[in-house]
């Protein structure tokens, strides 16, 4: 697929409980569209670094991603309302257009999913899960999200983000007089 490049940039900022499947997701978005995307937990596992560290470097990259104008993914620190506005104004004021994709799942196969072993990255602890869970505050319907499933397939996912995306381009207008009908009529579904 070619790299993701509406007219206006867009962040996509992942949310949801641990093992929810936000990674999931996003990397394979990431990886069909080749955008940038950035995540704290990729920065612990490759560079070996603490989680605080993490955060820091992400920050550091998220700056400088935002200097692109391409479509970027970002699965930081979103738990809280507080931090989702630091996200969207940070984003805002770059000239970016938000769009928070909230992955639900329900709480018992997410933490079934955050505490086993995993190919890529490290199992959280029952109590860790716990206590993510508590901090957890859900969108709020005025930071408009858009809610996918963690349980349903990529292809499905993905159509509901790009639904949006897609709705969120300007109309272009007519220039020249249209070509007549031919007969022939494509569905785009």
């Given at each position: 697929m070619k790299p993701l490049t509406p007219t206006t940039p867009h962040v996509i900022i992942m949310v949801g409980i641990p093992g929810a499947g936000k990674t999931t997701f996003a990397a394979h978005f990431a990886k069909t569209f080749h955008?940038?995307?950035?995540?704290?937990?990729?920065?612990i596992t490759d560079a070996n670094i603490s989680p605080e560290s993490a955060i820091k470097v992400t920050d550091i990259l998220f700056t400088e991603l935002l200097k692109t104008n391409r479509t970027l993914i970002y699965e930081g620190p979103t738990n809280t309302k507080l931090q989702r506005l630091a996200i969207l104004k940070k984003v805002?004021?770059?000239?970016?257009k938000p769009l928070l994709v909230?992955?639900?799942?329900e709480s018992i196969e997410a933490k079934r999913r955050a505490t086993k072993q995993q190919?890529?990255?490290r199992p959280i602890s029952p109590a860790t899960f716990d206590a993510a869970i508590k901090r957890f505050q859900?969108?709020?319907?005025?930071?408009k999200p858009i809610v996918i499933s963690g349980k349903h397939t990529y292809a499905t996912q993905v159509k509901s983000v790009l639904k949006h995306l897609a709705g969120a381009r300007p109309e272009v207008p007519i220039t020249e007089s249209p070509r007549p009908h031919t007969g022939r009529s494509i569905t785009i579904r």
């Amino acid at each position: 697929m070619k790299p993701l490049t509406p007219t206006t940039p867009h962040v996509i900022i992942m949310v949801g409980i641990p093992g929810a499947g936000k990674t999931t997701f996003a990397a394979h978005f990431a990886k069909t569209f080749h955008a940038p995307y950035i995540n704290p937990t990729d920065i612990i596992t490759d560079a070996n670094i603490s989680p605080e560290s993490a955060i820091k470097v992400t920050d550091i990259l998220f700056t400088e991603l935002l200097k692109t104008n391409r479509t970027l993914i970002y699965e930081g620190p979103t738990n809280t309302k507080l931090q989702r506005l630091a996200i969207l104004k940070k984003v805002t004021h770059a000239g970016y257009k938000p769009l928070l994709v909230w992955v639900q799942t329900e709480s018992i196969e997410a933490k079934r999913r955050a505490t086993k072993q995993q190919q890529t990255g490290r199992p959280i602890s029952p109590a860790t899960f716990d206590a993510a869970i508590k901090r957890f505050q859900p969108p709020l319907a005025v930071e408009k999200p858009i809610v996918i499933s963690g349980k349903h397939t990529y292809a499905t996912q993905v159509k509901s983000v790009l639904k949006h995306l897609a709705g969120a381009r300007p109309e272009v207008p007519i220039t020249e007089s249209p070509r007549p009908h031919t007969g022939r009529s494509i569905t785009i579904r």
